[in-house]
């Protein structure tokens, strides 16, 4: 039911509308015979009577004019202010009256007028064409560009819409307006019929859309590029608080959302957006100044022209606010009407983007060459000479019509332009005098064309003799679009298929020139044309601020070492700063995430800059590795003298008595036990990782091994000597050696294994929180080692539980109590170190074992003491009676 009701109410409105466009042709059709009608009879009698449809005529000095055999018209904007009067609708409105004479607008109409006047001077270009000139001041009124289109359209006064009643020539087409406004306006009445119009400043990105604007051209870019140009300006310099302004009209309202967009996906914020209100006489700059006074935004881009924006100026000169940075539109940012010297304080600084302009040899003489006598018609030049000269040309009313500056003194004829146009401004004029150019080279093309090579059906030609005066425009207009020549500063003039030329500004900077006054400084450009990345190239060194370098931030820049926290209900450039976590640092301002630093690094005090961690390992450059490796030398070579000393006096009887020969092999491995703590002391490689635990497991395993086999030898030996035992044929050595085989041999079975499955291996220990890389050996299977290390226990335990129980045998010289003195210091140190390893960490760790290494094998030492000291001190007791000597019921001690 919903798609039917859907799809007839989608009829009944394709029907409506054509009813619409039906009633529209039909109104139009009887129109056109109505005015057809009024203008034939005007015409017929010479009479310019109000009768008929028509818009009221001005004063006379709005228009300018001269006869050519081709006419081409012009809009100005010669004066920027109108007279506001306040409608009560109980009357007729009075008449439009226009007020403050631009001099730089006039020095482009001039531009329009010098262009014709060479071309017509030009025996190579429209040799046998005069062109002429309409010339009309719009006064930045809507209204005035309405009526002076019509005004050229119909060619006389009073206009006849849709109608020409003139004879003093053809209109070829149109070159204006200024304002993207009045183009517009323009352009919708002069599409209707296709006639050609150029306008030189007027930079909306909607007059590129053909199908809207059929016949519109430009000799100036779209702000499709301004627009971007002027995004990418704002963040260059790193502004991320903006305040955006912007003219009520098809100039600034479609800019002023592009410029946002572009600033806001580029991780800016906008601070305000205000519009300047052109249909209020003091465009609403109370508000607007107030505003801009309370932001804390130290950059204000505007979108506007001179005019809308010069009673913002003025407001803001009133009130003194300065400090702001001004970022300009193409439309003012060469404004000499804003370039005075009361707004110094206010617009110093201002950047923004400019026509890029060209050169036009002559036109400064010309300029310097006009005179009102010489120009007696050229009402705008006698207001240009009393506004420049302050001076009243007699017979003449300008001054009463509105201009601001009261004077009672006359003009004496003799000033001189020279004296006083010094700045002249070849941006907006050479985009009018393009325009010229354009159109004269079209009508040239035309001319030119050959029979057989030219555009239309079968390559036929249409010469302006062939053709209808009023059809005229529409073969000039096909021409303009092909348009393609260079002016005489090698300038290249083409259109692109929206009828835009290429895209390229200069970067100007309003700075104090020697004389004390504003002038507009080039300190960079924007080419479109260019590589994305490319396209702006800046001297910021020619940049001159108002005060310091600008800064426009919502918040201050959070110092490096911290990040951005966003303040909820605020946009994303006002923040917070807080301090990045330990452990990670923020190495740029504005930081909006702290980074962690690789596992090799740690952050600095300031948390700002991550430094190289210090590799932790015991080593021989420093005091505990260097101590405890003198201490392992000393260490060992106690083992080597006692060995020595036992080799000396291996006949004596205390020798003898204590198997020497598993004596000798005890100290040999309590040598590698002293030296196997060399092996945890120096850089961890892999070969020693996988090294140092096996050596010290088997140096210690032979070691005690040998201790159990002297324990179990002394038992065996003192049972021995009883009457009647068997253990007699146990007395030989073949049973010390198998037990020191047999435990060595467990103990190589649990290296093996070890080194097979899981060996050790060296390893960067990042965990920790501290500044310092622990490079230690993994012991890789932390079961295995302390398997070994258990099965070390074990031997020594075993060896201290039997010679505990044969300490009190009654040998003279009986080694088990003294095995059982070292076993339990032994036993000792390593339960000791159990916890002492697990609370230290890194190289305290390895020395914690390399004490314990040596603190256990000083234990076994002790076994020896006794024997050395009775050998090399006590020699009257190493003799056999005593070592036979026996006493039961207690033990001796010799």
Request: charged fraction near 15%; include cysteine.
């Amino acid at each position: 039911m919903t798609y039917y009701l859907t799809f007839n109410l989608l009829d009944l409105n394709v029907a409506l509308r054509h009813m619409q466009w039906l009633y529209k042709i039909t109104s139009l059709l009887l129109r056109e015979v109505w005015l057809l009608y009024i203008c034939a009879v005007q015409v017929s009698e010479g009479v310019t009577s109000t009768a008929g449809c028509h818009i009221p005529g001005g004063n006379i000095s709005w228009y300018l004019g001269q006869f050519g055999d081709l006419i081409i018209g012009g809009t100005f904007s010669i004066h920027v202010k109108r007279i506001y009067s306040e409608n009560h609708f109980r009357s007729k409105p009075e008449d439009l009256k226009c007020q403050q004479f631009d001099v730089e607008s006039y020095q482009i109409m001039q531009a329009f007028i010098f262009a014709l006047e060479e071309i017509n001077k030009n025996p190579d270009l429209l040799p046998n064409i005069t062109l002429g000139f309409q010339i009309y001041d719009t006064c930045t009124v809507l209204r005035r560009a309405a009526e002076g289109t019509l005004w050229m359209l119909s060619g006389r006064e009073p206009s006849v819409p849709n109608y020409r009643c003139g004879e003093e020539g053809t209109l070829a087409g149109i070159v204006g307006d200024a304002a993207s406004t009045r183009s517009i306006f323009m352009a919708q009445m002069l599409g209707l019929h296709r006639y050609p119009q150029i306008s030189y400043i007027s930079t909306s990105p909607l007059l590129s859309n053909r199908n809207l604007f059929p016949s519109f051209f430009r000799t100036v870019p779209s702000d499709t590029f301004q627009y971007r140009g002027l995004a990418e300006l704002v963040l260059y310099f790193g502004w991320t608080w903006v305040g955006l302004l912007a003219v009520d009209n098809d100039y600034g309202q479609p800019g002023i959302q592009i410029v946002k967009q572009k600033i806001v996906q580029a991780g800016a914020c906008v601070a305000f957006i205000e519009n300047i209100m052109t249909g209020q006489p003091n465009r609403g700059a109370p508000h607007i100044v107030n505003v801009i006074k309370e932001s804390s935004a130290k950059v204000v881009l505007v979108l506007s022209s001179d005019s809308d924006f010069m009673p913002v100026v003025e407001e803001l000169a009133k009130q003194n606010v300065t400090g702001k940075i001004w970022i300009a539109s193409e439309s003012w940012s060469t404004s000499s009407f804003l370039n005075k010297e009361k707004f110094q304080s206010v617009l110093m600084g201002t950047i923004g983007f400019a026509i890029h302009g060209g050169q036009m040899p002559g036109f400064v003489e010309h300029l310097n060459s006009l005179h009102p006598l010489k120009s007696p018609r050229d009402h705008f030049l006698l207001a240009l000479w009393e506004e420049t000269f302050s001076c009243k040309w007699t017979n003449h009313h300008t001054r009463a019509d509105g201009m601001l500056n009261e004077t009672i003194n006359e003009c004496i004829r003799d000033e001189k332009l020279e004296l006083v146009m010094t700045n002249v401004d070849l941006r907006i004029t050479f985009n009018v005098y393009t325009a010229v150019y354009v159109f004269a080279w079209a009508i040239h093309n035309l001319l030119q064309c050959e029979p057989g090579k030219g555009p239309f059906l079968q390559s036929t030609c249409a010469p302006i003799s062939s053709v209808r005066p009023s059809q005229i425009f529409l073969q000039i207009l096909h021409y303009i679009k092909t348009v393609d020549f260079e002016t005489k500063d090698n300038t290249h003039i083409f259109f692109d298929d929206k009828r835009d030329p290429p895209a390229l500004y200069d970067i100007v900077n309003w700075q104090l020139s020697s004389t004390g006054s504003m002038v507009q400084k080039t300190v960079g450009s924007y080419d479109s044309s260019s590589m994305e990345g490319n396209q702006m190239k800046m001297n910021t060194t020619a940049i001159i601020w108002s005060n310091e370098t600008p800064q426009s931030k919502c918040s201050p820049s959070c110092p490096l070492g911290s990040r951005k926290a966003t303040i909820p209900g605020k946009p994303t450039c006002c923040f917070d700063c807080v301090q990045c976590p330990i452990g990670e640092i923020a190495n740029e301002t504005d930081a909006v995430e702290c980074q962690k630093c690789s596992w090799d690094t740690w952050p600095n005090t300031q948390q700002d800059m991550c430094l190289r961690r210090t590799i932790e390992f015991l080593s021989y450059d420093e005091a505990m590795g260097i101590s405890l490796a003198a201490l392992s030398i000393v260490s060992s070579v106690f083992p080597i003298g006692v060995l020595g000393i036992f080799i000396r006096y291996n006949t004596t009887p205390i020798v003898r008595a204590n198997n020497w020969s598993l004596s000798c092999l005890l100290l040999i491995a309590l040598f590698f036990c002293f030296l196997s703590s060399f092996a945890f002391i120096g850089y961890p490689d892999p070969e020693k990782c996988l090294f140092r635990q096996v050596a010290f497991g088997l140096a210690f395993t032979l070691c005690i091994s040998c201790v159990l086999a002297k324990t179990i030898t002394v038992v065996i030996a003192f049972k021995a000597t009883k009457p009647g035992t068997r253990l007699r044929r146990w007395t030989g050595g073949k049973v010390s050696y198998s037990v020191i085989v047999i435990c060595v041999l467990i103990q190589i079975s649990v290296c093996v294994t070890w080194l097979f499955h899981s060996p050790p291996f060296p390893e960067y220990d990042t965990k920790n929180p501290s500044r310092v890389i622990i490079l230690n050996c993994n012991e890789g299977s932390p079961f295995a080692f302390w398997v070994m290390l258990g099965y070390l226990g074990l031997l020594a335990t075993v060896s201290f539980i039997v010679a505990f129980l044969a300490r009190r045998l009654p040998d003279s010289f009986n080694e088990a109590k003294y095995i059982t003195f070292s076993m339990l210091a032994f036993l000792c140190v390593w339960i000791s170190f159990i916890p002492a390893t697990l609370s230290s960490r890194g190289k305290y760790t390895v020395a914690t074992e390399i004490f314990a290494i040596l603190s256990s094998s000083w234990a076994v030492v002790c076994i020896f003491l006794p024997k050395c000291f009775i050998i090399l001190f006590r020699p009257h007791l190493n003799v056999r009676k005593n070592v036979m000597r026996k006493e039961f019921g207690q033990g001796r001690t010799s």
